[in-house]
């Protein structure tokens, strides 16, 4: 595919038996948030960090090296927070030694994240000029339970900087201690980092210590990412603040998460399918292998997995590791949306006409009679850069100038008005194929209205994806990106790019897909 290129995909096989599979391979997009970024797959390194080669482990540590307690504790008090160490193997941020135990302390309550700098292996200046380098501030609030550190706000979270890029998608985390942190207890989460204008998604670990009533600065690395112009591995302590307090609806938020540990598919090693080692080759033919993230094949209700792989060890949180979806987008996101409305409303939904939903500001009368149907088969007839309707050139429009100033601008009213001022060509819709990731959002507007004017003011199309579609199949939490609109308006799924799953959610969706 030009422009959407396989360079750091994650690929799984769904099945609904061993007989039949549908390869996913998660493609990129092109408008970067480090656009221009290094792509060197280099990791900062100290004279003092422990041996050992990415994704070759050390023998582990009898206690814990990095990241002590009262450093961290040390630091979240000073003015000013020193260089932090550099990424290290992501088993630092895990339990180390024989002397790990359960938490001594419940974590209930609030943490306010301050703005802060990062380090990066970027040797591009741009960088710090433009906030690629400052991690953003959240605030979030977090319960234990039983040994998982669990965020109760599991979306894209808005950020308190000004000056960052960036936003933070929390996951669930582990609690524990460790008999050299002096009576506190120890937690880690997964997060990722993710920006506005594209689908990258950067993996990233955070641990800290805590006790009852507060907490210490948080150390971070990001050393993976969905993202073949953004390689870059980002590193730093912040300062955090804890407030303990009530959880509303603590049993039911308890009850749910372990719901949704109970609902994850089970994972076996690829090693477990039949002749697993003469299919791999095959399975990722045309891939290099530093760029895969994850793959596998989902068999009899089964996922068969290779890796969580970073540039410094396995992901100790495979399961929440998230992945840039870029075009799948369209397949997991729009598709489903669509089939819902068409199971809800009736089949006439596919026929209904975009102009009738979405105000058309184009200079021509070419989305006069475009459905629903056409766009999402990606034939509106709407274009500039081929008026052969016989050539084969199905991605002239997708590597047209309209996606980039359509990723750049924030708003639905922006983004539509991108959109339309795309030509015309004379067959009109439901002939020609041409790709156009612009036209996807465009088929999200017209869902939103539509699902409006049956349900309301208030109906919002990608939280009835994700209660009715999405929920029942086991997939809790599914962040999306949304438009940036004024005040209290919610914004409309992109739908053309924007989720960010995990490898259990692709299993799920594509199980559901293939059945």
């Given at each position: 595919?030009?422009?959407?290129?396989?360079?750091h995909?994650?690929?799984?096989?769904?099945?609904?038996?061993?007989?039949a599979?549908?390869?996913?391979v998660?493609?990129?997009?092109?408008?970067?948030?480090?656009?221009g970024?290094?792509?060197?797959k280099?990791?900062?390194?100290?004279?003092?960090?422990?041996?050992?080669a990415?994704?070759?482990?050390?023998?582990?540590?009898?206690?814990?090296?990095?990241?002590?307690?009262?450093?961290?504790?040390?630091?979240?008090?000073?003015?000013?927070?020193?260089?932090?160490?550099?990424?290290?193997?992501?088993?630092?941020?895990?339990?180390?030694?024989?002397?790990?135990?359960?938490?001594?302390?419940?974590?209930?309550?609030?943490?306010?994240?301050?703005?802060?700098?990062?380090?990066?292996?970027?040797?591009?200046?741009?960088?710090?000029?433009?906030?690629?380098?400052?991690?953003?501030?959240?605030?979030?609030?977090?319960?234990?339970?039983?040994?998982?550190?669990?965020?109760?706000?599991?979306?894209?979270?808005?950020?308190?900087?000004?000056?960052?890029?960036?936003?933070?998608?929390?996951?669930?985390?582990?609690?524990?201690?460790?008999?050299?942190?002096?009576?506190?207890?120890?937690?880690?989460?997964?997060?990722?980092?993710?920006?506005?204008?594209?689908?990258?998604?950067?993996?990233?670990?955070?641990?800290?210590?805590?006790?009852?009533?507060?907490?210490?600065?948080?150390?971070?690395?990001?050393?993976?990412?969905t993202?073949?112009?953004?390689?870059?591995?980002?590193?730093?302590?912040?300062?955090?603040?804890?407030?303990?307090?009530?959880?509303?609806?603590?049993?039911?938020v308890?009850?749910?998460?372990?719901?949704?540990r109970?609902?994850?598919?089970?994972?076996?090693?690829?090693?477990?399918?039949?002749?697993?080692?003469?299919?791999?080759?095959?399975?990722?033919?045309?891939?290099?292998?530093?760029?895969?993230?994850?793959?596998?094949?989902?068999?009899?209700?089964?996922?068969?997995?290779?890796?969580?792989?970073?540039?410094?060890?396995?992901?100790?949180?495979?399961?929440?590791?998230?992945?840039?979806?870029?075009?799948?987008?369209?397949?997991?996101?729009?598709?489903?949306?669509?089939?819902?409305?068409?199971?809800?409303?009736?089949?006439?939904?596919?026929?209904?006409?975009?102009?009738?939903?979405?105000?058309?500001?184009?200079?021509?009368?070419?989305?006069?009679?475009?459905?629903?149907?056409?766009?999402?088969?990606?034939?509106?007839?709407?274009?500039?850069?081929?008026?052969n309707?016989?050539?084969?050139?199905?991605?002239?429009?997708?590597n047209?100038?309209?996606?980039?100033?359509?990723?750049?601008?924030?708003?639905?009213?922006?983004?539509?008005?991108?959109?339309?001022?795309?030509?015309?060509?004379?067959?009109?819709?439901?002939?020609?194929?041409?790709?156009?990731?612009?036209?996807?959002?465009?088929?999200?507007?017209?869902?939103?209205?539509?699902?409006?004017?049956?349900?309301?003011?208030?109906a919002?199309?990608?939280?009835?994806?994700?209660?009715?579609?999405?929920?029942?199949?086991?997939?809790?939490?599914?962040?999306?990106?949304?438009?940036?609109?004024?005040?209290?308006?919610?914004?409309?799924?992109?739908?053309?790019?924007?989720?960010?799953?995990?490898?259990?959610?692709?299993?799920?969706?594509?199980?559901?897909?293939?059945?």
């Amino acid at each position: 595919m030009p422009r959407e290129r396989d360079d750091h995909s994650m690929s799984m096989k769904g099945t609904a038996s061993r007989g039949a599979c549908l390869l996913l391979v998660c493609a990129l997009g092109l408008v970067a948030c480090g656009g221009g970024g290094s792509s060197s797959k280099s990791t900062p390194s100290s004279p003092s960090a422990p041996p050992g080669a990415p994704n070759s482990p050390s023998p582990p540590q009898s206690k814990r090296e990095w990241f002590a307690a009262e450093d961290l504790i040390a630091d979240n008090a000073a003015g000013a927070i020193p260089d932090a160490t550099p990424p290290l193997e992501n088993r630092h941020y895990m339990p180390i030694g024989s002397g790990a135990a359960a938490a001594r302390h419940e974590f209930r309550g609030r943490i306010v994240v301050s703005e802060q700098t990062m380090s990066g292996n970027t040797p591009d200046s741009n960088y710090g000029q433009n906030g690629l380098l400052q991690f953003p501030g959240f605030t979030a609030r977090f319960v234990t339970v039983d040994g998982h550190l669990v965020p109760l706000e599991r979306g894209i979270l808005a950020r308190t900087s000004t000056r960052s890029t960036w936003r933070v998608i929390l996951s669930p985390g582990r609690v524990w201690s460790e008999e050299i942190d002096g009576g506190w207890s120890r937690a880690s989460f997964p997060f990722v980092l993710v920006c506005d204008t594209n689908n990258e998604a950067h993996n990233g670990l955070a641990t800290f210590v805590y006790d009852d009533n507060g907490m210490s600065s948080i150390q971070f690395q990001i050393v993976q990412e969905t993202a073949s112009w953004n390689r870059n591995d980002f590193w730093g302590r912040v300062r955090a603040s804890y407030t303990p307090e009530p959880v509303p609806h603590e049993n039911e938020v308890r009850a749910a998460f372990l719901a949704e540990r109970a609902a994850l598919t089970p994972v076996r090693p690829w090693s477990d399918l039949d002749s697993a080692d003469s299919r791999w080759d095959t399975f990722v033919r045309g891939l290099d292998s530093d760029d895969i993230s994850a793959a596998g094949i989902v068999a009899d209700g089964v996922i068969y997995q290779r890796g969580c792989v970073t540039r410094l060890g396995d992901y100790p949180y495979c399961e929440y590791m998230r992945h840039g979806a870029y075009s799948l987008t369209k397949s997991m996101g729009a598709a489903l949306a669509l089939l819902r409305l068409a199971q809800k409303y009736g089949d006439e939904v596919f026929q209904l006409r975009v102009r009738d939903y979405v105000p058309i500001s184009a200079a021509h009368a070419g989305w006069d009679e475009v459905r629903f149907i056409d766009v999402i088969n990606m034939a509106t007839g709407i274009g500039d850069a081929n008026p052969n309707p016989t050539a084969v050139d199905p991605f002239a429009d997708e590597n047209a100038v309209t996606l980039g100033a359509w990723a750049s601008v924030a708003s639905e009213d922006e983004k539509l008005d991108a959109v339309f001022s795309q030509g015309d060509y004379a067959w009109g819709p439901g002939r020609v194929f041409r790709y156009n990731t612009t036209h996807t959002f465009v088929l999200a507007v017209a869902m939103q209205n539509f699902l409006e004017s049956r349900e309301g003011p208030d109906a919002r199309l990608w939280d009835m994806v994700t209660g009715e579609v999405l929920n029942p199949i086991g997939i809790r939490y599914a962040p999306m990106m949304h438009t940036a609109e004024g005040g209290d308006t919610g914004g409309v799924p992109l739908m053309g790019i924007g989720m960010y799953p995990t490898v259990d959610d692709v299993a799920k969706i594509s199980t559901l897909l293939q059945n």
